[in-house]
Nanobody, 127 residues
Framework: QVQLLESGGGLVQAGGSLRLSCATSGRIFNLRAMAWFGQAPGKEGEFVAGVNWNGENTYCTDSVKGRFTISRDNAENTVSLQMNNLKPEGTAVYYC????????????????????WGQGTQVTVSS
């Protein structure tokens, strides 16, 4: 089973930036698509961004497109989410997720059961 550990969350004013990082275990990170999800209090988790297995393609949901950037560093077995121009509605726990299958795309895998999950990191955006 893949293990994931997020870091980089915190408190930031609207318009500010944060960079989230996800460290992974195992020897097959470079074969898996990776993703970031956000879950606001009392709401369902939302697919925020994804990167395919080899890093050639990325996807961001419309609400963050142009402000967030997902990337991966296969040499370090990490995936990052650069979050710029943060908005209060971006307040959420952000989870790193790894596709359970190999050679996946940047897009949502249709079910949360298709991912391994980290514990999440809190992002709070103040007005």
């Amino acid at each position: 089973q893949v293990q994931l550990l997020e870091s980089g969350g915190g408190l930031v004013q609207a318009g500010g930036s944060l960079r989230l990082s996800c460290a992974t275990s195992g020897r097959i990170f470079n074969l898996r698509a990776m993703a970031w999800f956000g879950q606001a209090p009392g709401k369902e988790g939302e697919f925020v961004a994804g990167v395919n297995w080899n890093g050639e393609n990325t996807y961001c949901t419309d609400s963050v497109k142009g402000r967030f950037t997902i990337s991966r560093d296969n040499a370090e077995n990490t995936v990052s989410l650069q979050m710029n121009n943060l908005k209060p509605e971006g307040t959420a726990v952000y989870y790193c997720a790894a596709d359970k299958a190999s050679f996946g795309s940047a897009y949502y895998r249709s079910s949360t059961d298709n991912y391994y999950w980290g514990q999440g990191t809190q992002v709070t955006v103040s007005s």
